[in-house]
């Protein structure tokens, strides 16, 4: 009766950290001319693998990242550059399926999950010819930095991030090397999509969207904490 069941079992559970790079930017409504700006992303990854249904390897994976995120301006006629850098710390959750090799050889896989973020820090750095200027939205409050001749939206500017939790999706794909005695070294490459906003975008507001985008490089390197007892496993 087992030899006749679709799904095999496994419990196999593996932890280890990550690191490699996001590029970064930010999808805003109205418009902001921008470049993609490449910032650090490194946790510590925690991986179980529950079953293999015919030959794909089903298994669950979480981390917790430290992650760059934010965008650059760069104007096509403006003397002046903008560069936001904000600090996170991502959760995703994901499903991993795999294909090929689970303890001695290669594997390709898919992932795909929700992921949660807090923002805990942000920093910009302006260069070029900027000023004080009145704010017309409110003319009696505080001067406001501003470059001499923005070429588009400015209110950001001097606006600090005021949705600090963030959510969204991401998904990817990768390729992972294993060996009993030495773990298992994956390679993947993942696109962050944000449905949240950093900015308020009620009706009063003035962005409408306002949301963080990655494309993330990581090489992850895992080791065995527990592992399914069975000789036929290659």
Known sequence: MAS???GKYRSDLAIGVNGGIAINRVTFNPKIQQSMIIGPELGITVRYTCEKYFAMVCALQAEVNFSRQGWKEVPEKGNYTYQRNMDYIHIPFMARLGFGRERKGVMGYLILGPQIGFCIG???TRTGEWGDAVN???PEGPMINVPKNPEGPWQHYNLGVEKKF?????GGAGIEF???KIGHFALDGRYHFGLSDIFNNGKKDYFGRSANSSIVVKLTYLWDVKKTKDN???
């Open 122 to 124: 942000e920093s910009d």
């Open 4 to 6: 006749a069941q679709v």
């Open 166 to 170: 963030e959510y969204g999706i991401v």
């Open 232 to 234: 036929t496993i290659r």
């Open 178 to 180: 294993s060996h009993p």
């Open 136 to 138: 017309p939205y409110d």
